[in-house]
T-cell receptor, first 112, second 112 residues
């Protein structure tokens, strides 16, 4: 089954404790992206990647890092999480330039 | 810069009513336009898209026409069903198709 998986689905952590949210897709898509969803703000793009070792900033990259060492994986790293990063995070993938993104189920992160 | 503005919800309709959700955009180039739908507890799914002016996207009874003169991409459905209850997001991707901008989402509830 074609899918995007994210782990963990739920995470509660404390300020400053480094964490990684994993994202994996099995569709051989070149393009992958991370979004955060906040009430009243919709989805905002954090980072995206057009292929292995190619990443670029979206609208809200501050406080986040990503890497793309393999085509199927695109982890999101929070080196020093802060409470304003409490949010619902989605990973997505697509063929390059297609626009039809496949979204993962989401990761709900709470930073206290 | 690029942005998407969509009508605020929530919207509540009776089954078989006509649906319109307004979406307007600001873009520096010639964007592609999308409607995504998010069912409760799930990630977003592409509903329809249009890649150039006057294109009409359609799927599952939903339609939207890319209107360059009014910078709009309004979502319509002639007869909604209870199963259409979800949050609907309008989105655009700029020319290279790599950066995405989403609206704030419109929650639709259809009552029997």
């Amino acid at each position: 089954e074609a899918q995007v998986t994210q782990n963990p689905r739920y995470l509660i952590t404390v300020t400053g404790k480094k964490l990684t949210v994993t994202c994996s897709q099995n569709m051989n898509h070149e393009y992958m992206s991370w979004y955060r969803q906040d009430p009243g703000l919709g989805l905002r793009q954090i980072y995206y990647s057009m292929n292995v070792e190619v990443t670029d900033k979206g609208d809200v990259p501050e406080g986040y890092k990503v890497s793309r060492k393999e085509k199927r994986n695109f982890p999101l790293i929070l080196e020093s999480p802060s409470p304003n990063q409490t949010s619902l995070y989605f990973c997505a993938s697509s063929r390059l330039g297609d626009g039809e993104q496949y979204f993962g189920p989401g990761t709900r992160l709470t930073v206290t | 810069g690029n942005s998407v503005t969509q009508m605020e919800g929530p919207v509540t309709l009776s089954e078989e009513a006509f649906l319109t959700i307004n979406c307007t955009y600001t873009a520096t180039g010639y964007p592609s336009l999308f409607w995504y739908v998010q069912y409760p507890g799930e990630g977003l799914q592409l509903l329809l898209k249009a890649t150039k002016a006057d294109d009409k996207g359609s799927n599952k009874g939903f339609e939207a026409t890319y209107r360059k003169e009014t910078t709009s991409f309004h979502l319509e459905k002639g007869s909604v069903q209870v199963s259409d209850s979800a949050v609907y997001f309008c989105a655009l991707s700029e020319g290279t198709g790599n950066q995405f901008y989403f609206g704030t989402g419109t929650s639709l509830t259809v009552i029997p």
